[in-house]
């Protein structure tokens, strides 16, 4: 089985920083994918940031320049570094991880249980 366990959440004000941890473990060969979604009530779940095993990252417009996504391979854990927080900001953040478990097996998506990040004003 695996486990994504996301960390670093909780309440900041407009303009404060988070970070936020996210931990894969199990069984686990490789992982080729490992990125942070948000979602609102009422709202589609929405991409933040992705970063590939080559480190290849990619941004959503709404957060570009504000948000640094960074991977520890060794520790099969990724990093979310929040900067410059908005009220708008404010969700549930999920982990994701595209990966795989054996040579036969071909790469599923995992989820994390997810985060409440709340940026007041």
């Known amino acids: 089985q695996v486990q994504l366990v996301e960390t670093g959440g909780g309440l900041v004000q407009a303009g404060g920083s988070l970070r936020l941890s996210c931990a894969a473990s199990?069984?686990?060969?490789?992982?080729?994918?490992m990125g942070w979604y948000r979602e609102v009530p009422g709202k589609q779940r929405e991409l933040v940031a992705h970063i590939t095993s080559g480190g290849s990252t990619a941004y959503a417009d709404s957060v570009q320049g504000r948000f640094t996504i960074s991977r520890d391979s060794a520790k099969n854990t990724v990093f979310l570094q929040m900067s410059s927080l908005k009220p708008e900001d404010t969700a549930v953040y999920y982990c994701?991880?595209?990966?795989?478990?054996?040579?036969?097996?071909?790469?599923?998506?995992?989820w994390g249980q997810g985060t409440q990040v709340t940026v007041s004003p």
């Open positions: 994701n991880a595209l990966l795989s478990q054996s040579y036969y097996s071909g790469s599923r998506l995992y």
């Open positions: 199990g069984s686990i060969l490789s992982i080729n994918r």
